[in-house]
């Protein structure tokens, strides 16, 4: 071994890490449990229930409202961030653990004058490492010797094979990292991988003074808000003015209530300087209750728990959900860019179609049983002509990736045999180089030379090919050439195999060459990833496949995966004459490709105009995948955006929703996603959306379901007074209502099903409201029927004699309006007239149903028992007589919301 590459020596290796640094891409550290407790804190709403909890504090200490009132309300805050905080420290702790049990990787070393085995991590500059096929470079340096074919797209997104040859002695690793500098001739990077070739490599930088390591460096810091959190910040501002204006509306009508009761202002400042303040304080009080009964306390909680619940299920469709708002805002997606590669195709390439030399195709599955004779030469000159090879654990190492596609085309039984058959042996061969763009083989036993190569190089000597039987016959070179053209366009790579009579001679082709057959190979479209692109295109989601491969080939897959349909524009830098005659071209076109040049060539607001077209973007850099999610969010669209390399981070941060890839993701990817795609496929991105808007909907439910209760509450409380009842609903009935409804009810509507149909559903704008008008007129109409009840129940005189006391009419009336609004709970299960759909996938429903119509019939028969609680929730026991009155109006909810959904025509949509 030369003196040179006897590598360091401990002593050294120590030097130089103190000097340089790890060879680790550092993290940031994660959050700790109090930080993300904190930071749920900063919520909207539960700034809105913390200042309301407050004031009613501070009235507690002047003898206005009971203590528990606001203690309630703080419970309910703490346990929202406790709970959002579990399932964060939760999701982290699952990718914690799936980052650890990855296997850590190794990399043989020259050190101390011998070889040795070291993780990555240990590595230090000045170190020189052994590099083979398959190998992922461990950090930045130089090639020494050897000639090498890279896969950069772990950096740059670039699929094709950058050629590394051995540095000169005068080579100088270049101080500035550009984008010619990862395709240049010596140049090795952190991350990438050896498609082919072996060598030796110096360590020049390591860990974080890496490429790798500064991109992960520079990504942003700043996440974005999710649309969930800025429709919550609207429903807490249009609660909370809808609060205070009816409390200060409200408190003034009391108060000339209290003026008119009292005969007149002059009456009214007669009865004394004490009594006022007690009616202003009692007016105050009312509309403080307002204020508590306006606000839905339980709907933090109840996205909490429905994020938490959700983080489980989505695991076992192969998402690692790493934020749980991550799932929602999924749900919530105007526009998805996709990766190509892994993604929405296989992520490997093989052989896809087979045809003759006459032009006839044969499928791949056929051949044997309709060529076999030709199938027995093919196999031949792939078996016996490769560099590839099947490995002990049953996979195909060696070659390039062309190679190993040709080898999985062969299978493992065929090369087994050909690799064991003494009677086919090889004694000459050439391998395949840039230059000839063919391989050869000679097998002196069946007196054959065999080619592997590019078609233009075989065909040019050929003149015979075999058909179907495996006669020699006159070849087609007309009907081959527009085979070969179609299979071009789409996106494949054409491979032609022949043989020769004669013997092998090195660089040359004989003139004799039989055509055996051609193949084309791709890596094809996923055919679960062409359904779930369909499924997500018809929820109203724009898909642009946005990778770093060739334009022409990115257009072949976007036509294959029906992404790019109807009247198809491609865009290149020298069809840019004039950006506004482009836009107009656009408008006429279905969908559009272009590529990164072109794409950097139009300005920010021509991209805006043309966006809604655009399916393809290729050769795209990580600034251009950035730059389409700031323009996207510019336009409040909610964007997603999935990736593996260092190179998607920056934009994966950005988006509303990162999709890292869990097999090809780097950790950077990962580090900056909200979710993890764990078997890097389209059709688990599908289940997201489809959870997502689950949630959302889920969401809307409890938002119907509770404000219809907060409506009947607030306008029974503020009406019935001034007809004579006072006190319809005490102040600690409507702390029953808002801490049974809110939390209970966050459990009954939690765990609705995922239906189908949702993603039908156009998508929602990041600032569109969680109230629409259609839910609006729902819960207001369900809250007013309440009032009906109220006053049917007080006033018609039909419920009196079911009942001894105005005690135990006013406790039956509390029991009719729980009943009512807990029945309400069916209603808003659908639109339709299906309240029962699925009801049985919804395991909590019926449950969390009769627990709630339990703890409030206990509670209501409570003064039986336990006095104490009865006088505290002013519950006084009644009859089996007033239960069925209870019970008959409370079920009427459920026919008066039919009558509205048949009246608005809700059912039908």
């Given at each position: 071994?030369e003196?040179?590459?006897?590598?360091?020596?401990?002593?050294?290796v120590?030097?130089?890490?103190?000097k340089?640094?790890?060879?680790?891409?550092?993290e940031a550290?994660?959050?700790?449990?109090?930080?993300?407790?904190?930071?749920?804190?900063?919520?909207p709403?539960?700034i809105?229930?913390?200042?309301?909890?407050?004031?009613?504090?501070?009235?507690?200490?002047?003898?206005?409202?009971?203590?528990?009132?606001?203690?309630?309300?703080?419970?309910a805050?703490?346990?929202?961030?406790?709970?959002?905080?579990?399932?964060?420290?939760?999701?982290?702790?699952?990718?914690?653990?799936?980052?650890?049990?990855?296997?850590?990787e190794?990399?043989?070393?020259?050190?101390?004058?011998?070889?040795?085995v070291?993780?990555?991590?240990?590595?230090?500059?000045?170190?020189?490492?052994?590099?083979?096929?398959?190998?992922?470079?461990?950090?930045?340096?130089?090639?020494?010797?050897?000639?090498?074919?890279v896969?950069?797209?772990s950096?740059?997104?670039?699929?094709?094979?950058?050629?590394?040859?051995?540095?000169?002695?005068?080579?100088?690793?270049?101080e500035?990292?550009?984008?010619d500098?990862?395709?240049?001739?010596?140049?090795?990077?952190?991350?990438?991988?050896?498609?082919?070739?072996?060598?030796?490599?110096?360590?020049?930088r390591?860990?974080?003074?890496?490429m790798?390591?500064?991109?992960?460096?520079?990504m942003?810091?700043?996440?974005?808000?999710?649309?969930?959190?800025?429709?919550?910040?609207?429903?807490?501002?249009?609660?909370?003015?809808?609060?205070?204006?009816?409390?200060?509306v409200?408190?003034?009508?009391?108060?000339?209530?209290?003026?008119?009761?009292?005969?007149?202002?002059?009456?009214?400042?007669a009865?004394?300087?004490?009594?006022i303040?007690?009616?202003?304080?009692?007016?105050?009080m009312?509309?403080?209750?307002?204020?508590?009964?306006?606000?839905?306390?339980?709907?933090?909680?109840?996205?909490?728990?429905?994020?938490?619940?959700?983080?489980?299920?989505?695991l076992?469709?192969?998402?690692?959900?790493?934020?749980?708002?991550?799932?929602?805002?999924a749900?919530?997606?105007?526009?998805l860019?996709?990766?190509k590669?892994?993604?929405?195709?296989?992520?490997?390439?093989?052989?896809?179609?087979?045809?003759?030399?006459?032009g006839?195709?044969?499928?791949?599955?056929?051949?044997?049983?309709?060529?076999?004779k030709?199938?027995g030469?093919?196999?031949?000159?792939?078996?016996?002509?490769?560099?590839?090879?099947?490995?002990?654990?049953h996979?195909?190492?060696?070659?390039?990736?062309?190679?190993?596609?040709?080898?999985?085309?062969?299978?493992?039984?065929?090369?087994l045999?050909?690799?064991?058959?003494?009677?086919?042996?090889?004694d000459?061969?050439?391998?395949?180089?840039?230059?000839?763009?063919?391989?050869?083989?000679?097998?002196?036993?069946?007196?054959?030379?065999?080619?592997?190569?590019?078609?233009?190089?075989?065909?040019?000597?050929?003149?015979?090919?075999?058909?179907?039987?495996?006669?020699?016959?006159?070849?087609?070179?007309?009907a081959?050439?527009?085979?070969?053209?179609?299979?071009?366009?789409?996106?494949?790579?054409?491979?032609a195999?022949?043989?020769?009579?004669?013997?092998?001679?090195?660089?040359?082709?004989?003139?004799?060459?039989?055509?055996?057959?051609?193949?084309?190979?791709?890596?094809?479209v996923?055919?679960?990833?062409?359904?779930?692109?369909?499924?997500?295109?018809?929820?109203?989601?724009?898909?642009?496949?946005i990778?770093?491969?060739?334009?022409?080939?990115?257009?072949?897959?976007?036509?294959?995966a029906?992404?790019?349909?109807?009247?198809?524009?491609?865009?290149?830098?020298?069809?840019?004459?004039?950006?506004a005659?482009l836009?107009?071209?656009?408008?006429?076109?279905?969908?559009?490709?272009?590529?990164?040049?072109?794409?950097?060539?139009?300005s920010?607001d021509?991209?805006?105009?043309?966006?809604?077209?655009?399916?393809?973007?290729?050769?795209?850099?990580?600034?251009?995948k950035?730059r389409?999610?700031?323009?996207?969010?510019e336009?409040?669209?909610?964007?997603?955006?999935?990736?593996?390399?260092?190179?998607?981070?920056?934009?994966?941060?950005?988006?509303?929703?990162?999709?890292?890839?869990?097999?090809?993701?780097?950790?950077?990817?990962?580090?900056a996603?909200?979710?993890?795609?764990?078997?890097?496929?389209?059709?688990?991105?599908?289940?997201a959306?489809?959870?997502g808007?689950?949630?959302?909907?889920?969401?809307?439910?409890?938002?119907?379901?509770?404000?219809?209760?907060n409506?009947?509450?607030?306008?029974?409380?503020?009406?019935?007074?001034?007809?004579?009842?006072?006190?319809?609903?005490t102040?600690?009935?409507?702390l029953?209502v808002?801490?049974?409804?809110?939390?209970?009810?966050?459990?009954?509507?939690?765990?609705?099903?995922?239906?189908s149909?949702?993603?039908?559903?156009?998508?929602?704008r990041?600032?569109?409201?969680?109230?629409?008008?259609?839910?609006?007129?729902?819960?207001?109409?369900?809250?007013?029927?309440?009032?009906?009840?109220?006053?049917?129940?007080?006033?018609?005189?039909?419920?009196h004699?079911?009942?001894?006391?105005?005690?135990?009419l006013?406790?039956?009336?509390f029991?009719?309006?729980?009943?009512?609004?807990?029945?309400?709970?069916?209603?808003?299960?659908?639109?339709?007239?299906?309240?029962?759909?699925?009801?049985?996938?919804?395991?909590?429903?019926?449950?969390?149903?009769?627990?709630?119509?339990?703890?409030?019939?206990?509670?209501?028969?409570?003064?039986?028992?336990?006095?104490?609680?009865?006088?505290?929730?002013?519950?006084?026991?009644?009859g089996?007589?007033?239960?069925?009155?209870?019970i008959?109006m409370?079920?009427t909810?459920?026919?008066?919301?039919?009558?509205?959904?048949?009246?608005?025509?809700?059912?039908?949509?």
């Amino acid at each position: 071994m030369e003196e040179k590459f006897k590598g360091l020596t401990n002593d050294e290796v120590l030097a130089s890490r103190e000097k340089y640094g790890t060879n680790e891409i550092q993290e940031a550290p994660p959050e700790t449990f109090l930080q993300k407790v904190i930071g749920n804190l900063k919520d909207p709403m539960l700034i809105l229930l913390i200042g309301i909890a407050t004031f009613m504090l501070v009235l507690s200490f002047l003898g206005q409202a009971e203590w528990y009132e606001s203690v309630g309300t703080y419970i309910a805050v703490a346990l929202v961030a406790f709970i959002s905080a579990k399932t964060e420290m939760s999701s982290d702790k699952k990718y914690r653990e799936l980052k650890e049990s990855t296997k850590k990787e190794k990399i043989k070393v020259h050190r101390n004058g011998v070889l040795t085995v070291v993780d990555i991590a240990e590595l230090v500059v000045g170190d020189i490492v052994v590099l083979q096929s398959g190998d992922k470079i461990p950090a930045d340096g130089t090639l020494l010797t050897g000639e090498l074919r890279v896969n950069n797209a772990s950096l740059n997104g670039e699929t094709e094979e950058a050629k590394k040859f051995a540095a000169p002695a005068d080579w100088k690793y270049p101080e500035e990292i550009k984008g010619d500098t990862l395709v240049d001739k010596h140049s090795l990077f952190k991350g990438t991988t050896i498609y082919n070739g072996e060598g030796l490599m110096l360590i020049e930088r390591v860990g974080m003074k890496t490429m790798m390591g500064e991109m992960a460096a520079d990504m942003a810091d700043d996440d974005v808000d999710s649309p969930l959190k800025v429709k919550l910040a609207k429903l807490a501002k249009q609660i909370s003015t809808f609060g205070y204006v009816g409390a200060i509306v409200i408190a003034v009508v009391y108060m000339i209530h209290f003026v008119i009761l009292a005969g007149g202002i002059n009456g009214f400042l007669a009865l004394g300087g004490m009594q006022i303040f007690k009616k202003f304080m009692e007016a105050l009080m009312i509309a403080i209750m307002i204020v508590v009964c306006a606000v839905p306390e339980g709907l933090p909680l109840m996205i909490s728990l429905v994020l938490m619940s959700n983080t489980g299920k989505m695991l076992d469709m192969n998402v690692l959900v790493r934020k749980a708002i991550g799932i929602e805002t999924a749900g919530s997606l105007n526009i998805l860019f996709s990766d190509k590669t892994g993604t929405i195709t296989k992520g490997e390439l093989e052989v896809v179609k087979f045809f003759l030399g006459n032009g006839e195709f044969i499928e791949t599955n056929e051949i044997s049983a309709k060529a076999n004779k030709v199938k027995g030469l093919l196999d031949l000159s792939i078996g016996k002509n490769t560099s590839a090879m099947y490995d002990a654990n049953h996979n195909v190492i060696g070659g390039n990736a062309t190679d190993q596609a040709l080898l999985k085309f062969l299978s493992e039984d065929t090369y087994l045999a050909l690799y064991s058959d003494k009677d086919s042996i090889v004694d000459a061969s050439q391998s395949f180089n840039s230059s000839n763009k063919f391989s050869q083989a000679h097998i002196k036993s069946v007196g054959k030379t065999f080619y592997k190569g590019a078609p233009e190089r075989l065909l040019v000597k050929a003149k015979k090919c075999l058909d179907e039987s495996g006669n020699v016959v006159d070849l087609d070179k007309d009907a081959l050439n527009k085979q070969i053209d179609e299979l071009a366009k789409k996106a494949m790579r054409v491979l032609a195999f022949g043989y020769s009579e004669k013997e092998l001679v090195d660089d040359k082709i004989n003139d004799d060459i039989v055509i055996i057959g051609l193949v084309g190979i791709r890596d094809e479209v996923r055919a679960e990833a062409k359904s779930a692109i369909a499924e997500v295109k018809g929820a109203g989601i724009q898909v642009v496949m946005i990778t770093g491969d060739r334009l022409e080939t990115a257009v072949a897959i976007g036509k294959d995966a029906n992404l790019l349909e109807g009247e198809v524009d491609v865009i290149t830098p020298e069809s840019i004459k004039d950006e506004a005659e482009l836009v107009n071209r656009i408008e006429k076109m279905d969908t559009v490709a272009l590529s990164s040049d072109a794409l950097n060539k139009l300005s920010d607001d021509t991209i805006k105009k043309i966006i809604g077209k655009i399916r393809v973007i290729a050769r795209a850099l990580p600034k251009d995948k950035s730059r389409m999610v700031k323009l996207c969010q510019e336009l409040n669209l909610v964007v997603g955006m999935t990736g593996d390399g260092v190179n998607d981070s920056p934009a994966l941060k950005r988006a509303d929703v990162g999709f890292a890839m869990g097999i090809t993701g780097t950790e950077a990817a990962k580090e900056a996603s909200d979710i993890v795609i764990l078997d890097d496929n389209f059709q688990s991105i599908r289940h997201a959306i489809l959870y997502g808007r689950t949630i959302y909907h889920n969401i809307l439910k409890f938002c119907k379901f509770q404000l219809a209760i907060n409506v009947g509450a607030v306008v029974i409380s503020a009406l019935l007074p001034f007809i004579g009842i006072e006190e319809p609903l005490t102040v600690t009935h409507l702390l029953y209502v808002n801490l049974c409804m809110d939390s209970l009810g966050a459990l009954l509507l939690g765990q609705e099903p995922a239906l189908s149909r949702y993603m039908k559903e156009a998508p929602r704008r990041r600032d569109e409201s969680i109230v629409s008008k259609k839910m609006f007129l729902q819960f207001t109409i369900m809250g007013l029927y309440l009032l009906v009840i109220a006053l049917v129940w007080f006033k018609s005189g039909f419920f009196h004699p079911l009942f001894r006391s105005m005690d135990q009419l006013k406790t039956g009336f509390f029991a009719a309006f729980m009943f009512a609004a807990i029945f309400n709970g069916f209603n808003v299960r659908s639109e339709g007239f299906d309240i029962f759909n699925r009801i049985k996938d919804n395991k909590n429903f019926f449950k969390v149903m009769f627990a709630m119509l339990a703890v409030t019939f206990l509670l209501c028969q409570s003064s039986l028992v336990l006095p104490a609680i009865g006088k505290m929730f002013s519950c006084t026991a009644f009859g089996w007589k007033g239960w069925l009155a209870v019970i008959l109006m409370g079920l009427t909810i459920i026919h008066v919301d039919m009558l509205r959904k048949l009246i608005c025509g809700t059912y039908k949509k």
